[in-house]
């Protein structure tokens, strides 16, 4: 019997039109990207790179990154744990909130941010009392990209969690075990592939969020600009190699996650043949 | 190790699982728990292990011996606990996953790596894997990842061991096999053991003392002998293996139902007697007693013995009678034969609560 599309005339098209949309759509604009960034050559590259402003754009990104993943990772293991482990009034509900950062666009994620902890909203003018400034400052950035990349972690755990079930840890906490012990034993390695993908998925994220960062930083230049915030200022300063250095830059980061996202799935479908 | 339950209960939200109830269990005892599922068996025996809370209550309370283990955690009350789909460490090797409880000591507590690997080494021995220790879960077949999960919950030599539908997932074979073996087990280790199960048979074989439980209650506890016996309920009866129903009136000592008839010892009015398999006798002719006409629709011979289904028009649901294999040579038993029943006995109860129980034999 034959299916739709199995005639080798009808199959080539097919797979041709997908190759080329891909290429369009997918390929050329990265090839673009890095043709822009060398377009006056290697040397006005490594100008661009080591300015003084893309480098501290560097550094607060790498920063941001850095403070959001861990709070993150520990946030969604706990919130995973919670929901799939007990039963409670408004576990529904919980888990339905997880997923707001998903819901709203990022840009009205930073103004509320912005209106909640800025110099006059009600948590900020409280904390301008002690001279605590987050909003048009690092603290905010990463308090919103927090926001942003929260589900990340937790949305890949939850429903791994729910099909393994607690019968693993009840065994261990018959078998005596301490609560620390069972989930560094049994809970840990259970999930460890699905917490790392998670975390993957939130580093591109955070690494790449644009929108509500660009509301809540002010984008002072050295100060309170990251990388994707820094793309946009070089472009509209006509400086368009600049731009496309460090949106090669970012372009990288992203594809270096791909590829460890890549090399996850490889190794987990390996597994799966395994067993 | 005895276990004693003193006014136990149990609702999750607005259902009852348990109704209060007591239970006490000798030391080295083997019992079963018995019930249909939804009858809070397992509920039952997750709340002996503390995996489940009791309702709080003054008067309710758990005893393991003389310790007052109400308010102790599960992983404090030293028991081994068995789960239905064996719930190993899918990530640890069958000897790591019988080292568990080991290794999970208190630092203090713990022995030292050579006395553990020799008493997982025992324990792999005594639960006959020994070329296993490095596979993983995934690895083994069902009644091994069982016996892996048996020896897992008796490396920390429990005072109780308390096994959930421990054969459930298991193939016909392999589970009457593990049920010799957990009863010899239990006989050479002296621990004291409850498990549950739905399966009549497993109860009965494998317990000293069977507790058959129905809708959150405990509907009698006996051995297994005095339970199948002597019922204490129409549900214990009906649970406990096949049964046969006559429905009929009853005057002047005489039950008719239809065309059948049969003598009986009892008062006028409507009448349900209930029969085993076992105590219909076939007959080629009437008998002074009964007249019972029925048509055999099936016989299968496979067993010690013959398994008849018989049909008529007065029954609403087939009955089912066991005769030895010379009677079915000697009556030419096949499908389409006409043949008499008459009982040896019948049993009968009164309603549902008065756990009224009759049992009478003619001839």
């Known amino acids: 019997m034959q299916r739709i599309g199995d005639a080798p005339r009808t199959r080539r098209l097919l797979i041709g039109l997908a190759v080329a949309l891909s290429v369009l759509f997918l390929l050329l604009p990265l090839i673009a990207i890095f043709a822009q960034a060398f377009a006056e050559g290697v040397a006005i590259f490594w100008n661009n790179l080591s300015d003084e402003y893309t480098l501290a754009a560097i550094g607060l990104t790498l920063l941001v990154t850095a403070l959001t993943i861990p709070v993150n990772l520990v946030f969604g293991v706990f919130l995973a744990w919670l929901v799939t482990r007990f039963e409670f009034p408004g576990r529904r509900l919980l888990q339905t909130l997880i997923d707001i950062p998903f819901a709203v666009s990022p ?26 400034q987050l909003m048009f400052a690092w603290p905010g950035i990463v308090l919103v990209t927090i926001f942003v990349t929260c589900p990340f972690v937790a949305r890949e755990l939850i429903p791994l969690m729910q099909a393994q079930g607690a019968g693993e840890e009840e065994a261990a906490v018959t078998l005596g075990a301490s609560g620390w012990t069972i989930f560094r034993r049994v809970t840990l390695p ?22 509500a960062v660009s509301v809540v930083s002010g984008s002072i230049r050295g100060e309170t600009n990251t990388l994707p915030l820094h793309v946009e200022l070089l472009y509209q300063d006509y400086n368009t190699v600049g731009a496309f250095t460090a949106a090669a830059l970012l372009a990288l980061i992203a594809l270096f996650t791909l590829a460890a996202k890549a090399g996850l799935e490889w190794r987990a479908t390996r597994r799966e043949q395994f067993r | 190790m005895s276990i004693r339950l003193t006014n136990i209960a149990k609702t999750f939200g607005r259902t009852t699982a348990l109704e209060p109830l007591d239970l006490n269990i000798a030391d080295g005892e083997l019992v079963g728990l018995l019930g249909p599922s ?61 080292a568990f409880g080991l290794t999970a000591l208190p630092r203090r507590e713990r022995p030292s790596a050579s006395e553990i690997r020799t008493r997982v080494n025992r324990l792999l021995e005594m639960v006959r894997l020994e070329e296993f220790a490095k596979r993983y879960p995934a690895q083994l077949s069902g009644g091994q990842q069982q016996r ?13 061991l308390l096994l959930d539908e421990p054969f459930g997932a298991l193939d016909a074979k392999v589970r009457q096999e593990l049920r010799r073996w957990l009863r010899h087990l239990h006989d050479e ?7 549950v199960t739905h ?119 087939p ?9 079915f040579e000697r009556l030419h038993i096949k499908r389409g034969q006409r043949l008499f029943v008459e009982p040896r006995r019948w049993h009968r109860f009164g309603n549902a609560e008065t756990h009224d129980q009759e049992v009478e034999i003619i001839s």
Not at chain 2, 56 to 79: P, Q
Not at chain 2, 148 to 160: E, G, I, M, W, Y
Not at chain 2, 189 to 195: E, H, K, N, P
Not at chain 2, 319 to 327: E, F, G, N, S
Request: some cysteine; aromatic content about 8%.
């Open chain 2, 148 to 160: 892996v999960s048996l020896a897992r919950a008796l490396a920390l030599k429990p005072d109780v």
């Open chain 1, 190 to 211: 259970n999930i460890k592939w699905a917490l790392l993908y998670g975390v993957i998925l939130t580093n591109a994220r955070a690494v790449g969020e644009f929108g």
């Open chain 2, 38 to 98: 939804g009858s809070g068996k397992t509920t039952l025996l997750r709340i002996i292990a503390g995996l489940e809370q009791p309702d709080r209550s003054r008067t309710s309370s758990i005893h393991f011996g003389e310790r007052d283990v109400t308010n102790v955690h599960v992983r404090d009350r030293r028991i081994g606990f068995v789960f239905q789909h064996y719930a190993l460490f899918r990530h640890m090797s069958v000897f790591d996953n019988i």
């Open chain 2, 199 to 317: 399966d009549q048979e497993e109860a009965l074989e494998l317990s000293d003392r069977v507790v058959v439980m129905s809708n959150g209650r405990i509907e009698q506890i006996d051995e297994p002998d005095t339970l199948y016996r002597h019922p204490a309920n129409r549900f214990v009866f009906e649970f406990l293996g096949d049964v046969n129903r006559l429905e009929g009136n009853v005057q002047d000592g005489e039950l008719t139902c239809g065309e059948a008839r049969l003598s009986v010892d009892l008062p006028d009015g409507h009448q349900e007697l209930l029969m085993r398999p076992h105590e219909l006798k076939l007959l080629e002719a009437q008998s002074p007693h009964s007249r019972l006409p029925v048509t055999v629709t099936s016989a299968s011979p496979i067993g010690a013995e013959v398994w008849v289904e018989l049909v008529a028009d007065w029954l609403s649901e």
């Open chain 2, 189 to 195: 280790l002296g621990f004291t053991s409850v498990f």
């Open chain 1, 107 to 132: 840009v009205v994620a930073g103004l509320v941010y912005l209106l909640l902890y800025g110099s006059s909203g009600w948590v900020g003018s409280w904390l301008d009392g002690y001279d605590i």
């Open chain 2, 319 to 327: 009955w089912l009678a066991t005769v030895r294999h010379a009677d």
